[in-house]
């Protein structure tokens, strides 16, 4: 059986492999949308046969998809985490955080791709926001809420994977139903309506006695 080209190099292993065709979807994918790549045109971008995308990727489109868009949550990720890190209060980190993160879905196509309204109902592997995604949020967020529980600005009683659930579903929203509000009244916003989830219960004192 004749071995499967790749162009003008072959990998030099499994994970050459799968980066190379990661690498292919992303161009298909900002070239064609997901909707319309096929898992034969991922071939082609990579110069190998359908069957060796499903030898790398079972899952075929979709797994792709997931890929494809988790690697640019791993890079945006820690330019999230140097930034927020310059956050006064961990109610400020989250914030920034949300602000950050909304602006990236709607400014990076490959990491909008697991957010995008095309994919519902097109790739299972990503229905509700995937298994991958909320790990990599809990990763992320886990270090500044434990630093926050002992400091009391945060729940004691704050459950990470809750936590992480709530900030994809707030993402989620403002990424594809954009608001109208300037920044400043967005961020008067997330503080009004997204961030009492995270705080303490309050000790009786009115507001006026503040």
Not at 66 to 82: N, W
Not at 85 to 114: C, W
């Amino acid at each position: 059986m004749a071995r499967t080209r790749w162009g003008a190099e072959a990998p030099e292993d499994a994970r050459a492999a799968k980066r190379r065709l990661v690498d292919a979807a992303t161009a298909c994918f900002e070239r064609y949308g997901v909707a319309k790549t096929s898992v034969e045109d991922v071939a082609t971008e990579a110069h190998v046969s359908r069957a060796t995308v499903y030898r790398y990727f079972p899952g075929g489109r979709d797994e792709l998809v997931l890929a494809v868009g988790m690697r640019e949550v791993s890079r945006f990720g820690g330019e999230v985490q140097r930034k927020v890190a310059k956050q006064p209060t961990a109610v400020d980190a989250l914030v920034e955080g949300v602000m950050l993160t909304v602006a990236a879905v709607q400014q990076r196509p490959t990491l909008a791709l697991l957010f995008a309204p095309d994919i519902a109902g097109h790739t299972g592997v990503l229905a509700g926001g995937s298994e991958a995604l909320h790990r990599a949020v809990v990763d992320y967020t886990k270090p500044l809420f434990e630093t926050a529980q002992s400091q009391g600005t945060v729940r004691a009683d704050l459950d990470a994977a809750d936590a992480a659930e709530w900030i994809i579903r707030m993402v989620m929203s403002l990424a594809t139903s954009p608001s109208r509000r300037r920044p400043s009244d967005q961020r008067r916003f997330l503080r009004e309506y997204f961030v009492p989830a995270f705080l303490p219960p309050k000790t009786g004192r009115s507001h006026a006695d503040r």
